[in-house]
């Protein structure tokens, strides 16, 4: 009972603290409110408590919250299947491919470790593509369920607004119908974000959809973009057989990632034969022969040369989707690469008109625009909604996965905080030796004066589960020796997150 008034007691002076911010550019950034979508079918004169553009995560999670609010509330979706890039040709299909190669992988390169052996294995790709193509299905027409459960209007087609309360939707069947609704969410999410003069074709130069339908597995693949979503499509064709290399114009891979951990990703990455090329641009892309023929050149400038493949992913980031929507006519600003300018509440500049997601500034993440949504909506209810932009997790879900939350020791050192750091091997984790998986490394980050967690970083097989004991932790302002004087089972992966704030505050006992 004195840990659960505590905890209320936290809580709500946590909120409090960060009422300060409600008037300040800061709130966007780190106390984002959650937005809000909302569905109900609407024409001519019904008129809904709130409309939602956009099915993706953040719309179709506003549009149920909303709902369950008593709200009356449509969603627009163009796509005619609901779950948005992330669903449909994004996070789920890919983990579903990196499942499924790593499986094919582990039957070629560990299973006889462990016992198990095999005559021959071999790819049956069409078999592997229907496996995620039936998760895919599977899920949107969950979210359909969810939609008739919670009493939430579904209507296909592409909306544009036509006045701050009426959107024109151009159906799917070929007609068209005007939605209205007191406040309006925009929940468009984003777009692959092109290079200039390369055209994605989808099948020999293609986008993050397109290396998830390839057809067959591509002998030599390049991969432009050392980002989260190259390395893992990257890890994907390599695990089934292609020769990956990345061309990186920067000087690092993942340049958000704590340096130290990236340097363990990246040796770890180049073991599983994927080959780097950074500080590196592609000055022209030819596709007139059978191969692809891409012309390199260092990023300072300098000798160029050429690089052949028989499949190119174009995976340099993701643009935010606004155009076409009609948000100049009714005068919603915009920034400069066409983001929604926001408030404290994911309200714009124009009354009843909200935008949340990756519309907005933040990271571009599912989870994250999920959070916004349900915020947003509750504000809209007349409820406080809260979201910490800080402590949005992020995670690679190569193998091993690399999962973070807070800063990273370069952001802590540039802040000029005096800090600690604790760090604690997977190959001292007994589970981890246990089931010959050992890659990987904890490491926290906390401030030397108070042990309060700043920063948490796990290389590790299942690295994105294990990041939410942290996530929990900052959120409530933990201190490492928190986490170090809770018990946690034997023998666990987590254990290590255990040895990792021991080694920060104190010592750790296994190394």
Known sequence: MAMAMASFARRKAYLLSRNYLSNSSEAIRYSVSLTSFSRSFASG??????????????????????????????????RGTLGGTCLNVGCIPSKALLHSSHMYHEALHSFANH???FPSVEVDLPAMMAQKDKAVSNL?????????KNKVNYVKGYGKFISPSEVSVDTLEGGNTVVKGKNIIVATGSDVKSLPGITIDEKRIVSSTGALALTEIPKKLVVIGAGYIGL???????????????V????????????????????????????????????????SDDSVKLTLEPSAGGEQTTLEADVVLVSAGRTPFTAGLGLDKIGVETDKIGRILVGERFATNVPGVFAIGD??????????????????????????????????????????????VGKTEEQVKTLGVAYRVGKFPFLAN?????????????KIVSEEETDKILGVH????????????????????????DIARTCHAHPTMSEALKEAAMATYDKPIHI
């Not at 027409?141 to 008739?148: A, H």
């Not at 007994?430 to 904890?442: E, F, H, P």
């Open 140 to 148: 949107t027409k969950g979210i359909e369920g969810l939609f008739k």
């Open 359 to 404: 519309v907005i500034p933040g990271p571009m993440l599912a989870h994250k625009a999920e959070e916004d949504g349900v915020a947003c909506v509750e504000f809209i209810a007349g409820k406080e909604g809260h979201v910490d932009y800080d402590m949005v997790p992020g995670v690679v879900y190569t193998h091993p996965e690399v999962a973070s």
């Open 232 to 246: 893992e499509m990257g890890s994907v064709w390599g695990r089934l057989g292609s020769e990956v290399t990345v």
């Open 115 to 117: 016992g198990v052996k």
């Open 458 to 481: 796990i290389m590790a097989p299942n690295a994105g589960e294990l990041i939410h004991e942290a996530v929990l932790a900052l959120q409530y302002g933990a201190s490492s020796e």
């Open 430 to 442: 007994s589970r981890a030796k246990a089931i010959d998986d050992a890659k990987g490394v904890v």
């Open 248 to 287: 990186e114009f920067a000087p690092d891979i993942v340049p958000t990632m704590d340096g130290e951990v990236r340097k363990q990703f990246q040796r770890s990455l180049e073991k599983q034969k994927m080959k780097f090329m950074l500080k590196t641009k592609v000055v022209s892309v030819d596709t």
């Open 45 to 78: 004169s019904d008129e809904n408590d709130v409309v939602v553009i956009g099915g993706g995560p953040g719309g179709y999670v506003a549009a149920i919250k909303a709902a369950q609010l008593g709200l009356k509330t449509t969603c627009i979706e163009k």
